[in-house]
């Protein structure tokens, strides 16, 4: 055995027992022999355990770790400790620039237990309110992990976004007689991108090819046929097809539709479709209104189609207000009235709900019961003075193991309206995490059921529930589903949106924004919900101030019966 992975064996001993608060003395030892071991001229594991204690900064005590882990590839008490420890507590150690100690305050103080909660857990602005960690550190662990992320080659959507259309206008900008478009997933608005597909239409093809192989817009170019591939400097693969002008928008619609939905629409076209002038006329020519990139998931949308009954989707200009929303009063970056102004007078918004969280989620700052009436009182002074906006008294209530909500009923009939949602204990089985959600779902109070399967995309599947009966659930008792705008979020995922719509429950697109720049996550909660086919008029914040207010108060009347 090497040096180093018994350095590495040693050094991840000493992190798993600072994490664990064991004696430091002792973590010090093995951290200095894993330094020590790390730079011999000499394989250690060559030695008897006699010599290894005669060396430098190892001892007898470490020389036994080390003949333990040469004689049987492990050692006995970083079995014990790794058994003790959350596996992806264990994958927090690889990211640079936190050790043991912060690792063990990520864990134990905030609860902390997988790295797609510790990256949402940064986009919260939460860590820099524990010991020992500030905005500096915060922002170089958030990198670290998306650098991670990267490396796995899938990407999120809103991380990519601009990168991809700066190379757009690149190419645009060189190929002025040419045409350019998205294709694939990114056209599609896909939540995570693989690749990113890009139309090019020339009138010389190989001119196009041979200015794309000499050209700087991306790494590791390759010509493959008529396509052109290469990497974006994020990692991301990129595929660029190079096609005669006239056949342009044939290849555009090949190249957006998955190829489930490509194969729906041909199947419908007698006479092929060789050189159309716009995509809009492939839709004709198979006898369907023209779908927008968005739908073309499958057929799932096609037989509407057929009967010229697509709805007009959402678009973000159609939101009125914006729900679900922090403050300083818990895990926030912005007060309440900085958050109202820059969305009556940045945003042009009529309305703000405001949902700071309740009082288990204690690593949150959550609100007590005497924090709660602090802060409706303070809401109730800036509505009095900020003219032609209104902000609304929500809370985002945790649903507790049972499936109540986190406050008596007395406290419950004060807000305008409630966000309840899962955070804590996300290991059920699929029986009890849906009775759970149900049973909240059924609280008279619950107006709107938030996030609803907790996920972090790329990082933590969501909790497994019976979609159906959930959403049957907020049918029967006239809850609201959030779509959770946060890019890492996007749940309700887009696949069930057309079930809820179906089942007449209206959706929400709620940012949860924790700081001013968290608004613009309803651009993101937009594109999943045309994917899912919304339209403003089941749209909960599309609604007008004075439709939303009819629509909290109708609520507050029939729960008082």
Same mark, same amino acid.
């Given at each position: 055995?090497?040096?180093?992975?018994?350095?590495?064996?040693?050094?991840?001993?000493?992190?798993?027992?600072?994490?664990?608060?064991?004696?430091?003395?002792?973590?010090?030892?093995?951290?200095?022999?894993?330094?020590?071991?790390?730079?011999?001229?000499?394989?250690?594991?060559?030695?008897?355990?006699?010599?290894?204690?005669?060396? @430098?900064?190892?001892?007898?005590?470490?020389?036994?770790?080390?003949?333990?882990?040469?004689?049987?590839?492990?050692?006995?008490?970083?079995? @014990?400790?790794?058994?003790?420890?959350?596996?992806?507590?264990?994958?927090?150690?690889?990211?640079?620039?936190?050790?043991?100690?912060?690792?063990?305050?990520?864990?134990?103080?905030?609860?902390?237990?997988?790295?797609?909660?510790?990256?949402?857990?940064?986009?919260?602005?939460?860590?820099?309110?524990?010991?020992?960690?500030?905005?500096?550190?915060?922002?170089?662990?958030?990198?670290?992990?998306?650098?991670?992320?990267?490396?796995?080659?899938?990407?999120?959507?809103?991380?990519?976004?601009?990168?991809?259309?700066?190379?757009?206008?690149?190419?645009?900008?060189?190929?002025?007689?040419?045409?350019?478009?998205?294709?694939?997933?990114?056209?599609?608005?896909?939540?995570?991108?693989?690749?990113?597909?890009?139309?090019?239409?020339?009138?010389?093809?190989?001119?196009?090819?041979?200015?794309?192989?000499?050209?700087?817009?991306?790494?590791?170019?390759?010509?493959?046929?008529?396509?052109?591939?290469?990497?974006?400097?994020?990692?991301?693969?990129?595929?660029?097809?190079?096609?005669?002008?006239?056949?342009?928008?044939?290849?555009?619609?090949?190249?957006?539709?998955?190829?489930?939905?490509?194969?729906?629409?041909?199947?419908?076209?007698?006479?092929?479709?060789?050189?159309?002038?716009?995509?809009?006329?492939?839709?004709?020519?198979?006898?369907?209104?023209?779908?927008?990139?968005?739908?073309?998931?499958?057929?799932?949308?096609?037989?509407?189609?057929?009967?010229?009954?697509?709805?007009?989707?959402?678009?973000?200009?159609?939101?009125?207000?914006?729900?679900?929303?922090?403050?300083?009063?818990?895990?926030?970056?912005?007060?309440?009235?900085?958050?109202?102004?820059?969305?009556?007078?940045?945003?042009?918004?009529? =309305?703000?709900?405001?949902?700071?969280?309740?009082?288990?989620?204690?690593?949150?700052?959550?609100?007590?019961?005497?924090?709660?009436?602090?802060?409706?009182?303070?809401?109730?002074?800036?509505?009095?003075?900020?003219?032609?906006?209104?902000?609304?008294?929500?809370?985002?209530?945790?649903?507790?193991?049972?499936?109540?909500?986190? =406050?008596?009923?007395?406290?419950?009939?004060?807000?305008?309206?409630?966000?309840?949602?899962?955070?804590?204990?996300?290991?059920?089985?699929?029986?009890?995490?849906?009775?759970?959600?149900?049973?909240?779902?059924?609280?008279?109070?619950?107006?709107?059921?938030?996030?609803?399967?907790?996920?972090?995309?790329?990082?933590?599947?969501?909790?497994?529930?019976?979609?159906?009966?959930?959403?049957?659930?907020?049918?029967?008792?006239?809850?609201?589903?959030?779509?959770?705008?946060?890019?890492?979020?996007?749940?309700?995922?887009?696949?069930?949106?057309? =079930?809820?719509?179906?089942?007449?429950?209206?959706?929400?697109?709620?940012?949860?924004?924790?700081?001013?720049?968290?608004?613009?996550?309803?651009?993101?909660?937009?594109?999943?919900?045309?994917?899912?086919?919304?339209?403003?008029?089941?749209?909960?914040?599309?609604?007008?101030?004075?439709?939303?207010?009819?629509?909290?108060?109708?609520?507050?009347?029939?729960?008082?019966?």
């Amino acid at each position: 055995m090497e040096n180093k992975p018994i350095a590495r064996t040693l050094r991840l001993l000493s992190q798993l027992m600072e994490l664990h608060e064991q004696n430091p003395f002792k973590i010090k030892s093995i951290a200095n022999a894993a330094f020590k071991v790390d730079k011999l001229p000499f394989r250690i594991a060559e030695k008897s355990a006699e010599e290894m204690e005669k060396i @430098d900064g190892v001892g007898k005590s470490v020389a036994a770790k080390i003949t333990e882990l040469v004689q049987t590839g492990t050692m006995t008490e970083l079995q @014990d400790l790794l058994a003790a420890t959350p596996e992806g507590v264990v994958e927090m150690m690889g990211i640079k620039g936190i050790g043991g100690k912060k690792v063990a305050i990520i864990w134990h103080d905030l609860g902390i237990e997988t790295i797609g909660e510790l990256y949402y857990a940064c986009n919260e602005n939460r860590l820099i309110e524990a010991k020992g960690f500030g905005l500096k550190t915060q922002e170089e662990i958030k990198k670290a992990i998306e650098f991670t992320m990267a490396s796995h080659g899938k990407f999120l959507y809103a991380h990519i976004e601009q990168e991809c259309c700066n190379l757009l206008e690149s190419l645009r900008s060189v190929f002025v007689d040419g045409l350019v478009e998205f294709g694939g997933e990114f056209r599609r608005k896909c939540e995570i991108i693989t690749e990113l597909v890009i139309i090019l239409g020339s009138r010389d093809t190989d001119v196009a090819i041979s200015t794309l192989l000499e050209s700087d817009f991306f790494n590791n170019i390759v010509l493959d046929g008529n396509y052109v591939t290469g990497e974006m400097a994020n990692g991301l693969k990129v595929s660029i097809y190079c096609i005669e002008k006239g056949y342009f928008y044939k290849e555009l619609f090949l190249r957006t539709g998955t190829s489930e939905h490509v194969e729906t629409v041909l199947a419908l076209i007698n006479d092929g479709i060789d050189q159309p002038e716009s995509e809009e006329l492939v839709y004709v020519k198979a006898g369907l209104q023209f779908m927008q990139p968005e739908l073309r998931e499958g057929d799932a949308f096609v037989e509407k189609a057929k009967k010229n009954e697509l709805p007009q989707l959402i678009s973000y200009h159609d939101l009125k207000g914006t729900l679900h929303n922090h403050s300083t009063w818990s895990d926030g970056v912005n007060t309440i009235e900085e958050m109202a102004l820059y969305c009556r007078d940045e945003l042009k918004l009529e =309305y703000l709900g405001m949902c700071d969280h309740s009082k288990s989620a204690f690593y949150a700052k959550g609100l007590s019961i005497e924090r709660v009436l602090q802060q409706q009182e303070e809401i109730d002074h800036l509505n009095k003075k900020t003219s032609d906006f209104h902000i609304f008294k929500g809370i985002e209530s945790d649903i507790l193991n049972d499936g109540s909500l986190d =406050y008596p009923e007395e406290i419950l009939q004060r807000f305008d309206f409630i966000v309840a949602s899962v955070h804590s204990n996300l290991k059920m089985d699929i029986d009890k995490a849906t009775t759970r959600l149900i049973k909240a779902i059924e609280n008279p109070y619950t107006t709107i059921l938030g996030h609803p399967t907790g996920r972090l995309l790329l990082s933590r599947n969501g909790y497994s529930i019976d979609h159906k009966k959930v959403i049957d659930a907020c049918a029967a008792n006239n809850v609201v589903i959030e779509i959770n705008a946060n890019p890492l979020r996007l749940d309700l995922d887009w696949r069930w949106h057309q =079930y809820a719509l179906d089942k007449g429950v209206w959706l929400s697109i709620n940012p949860d924004a924790h700081r001013i720049e968290g608004f613009m996550d309803m651009l993101y909660g937009v594109l999943v919900a045309r994917k899912g086919g919304l339209y403003k008029e089941r749209c909960l914040n599309a609604l007008s101030l004075q439709e939303i207010k009819s629509v909290f108060e109708a609520k507050k009347i029939k729960v008082a019966g």
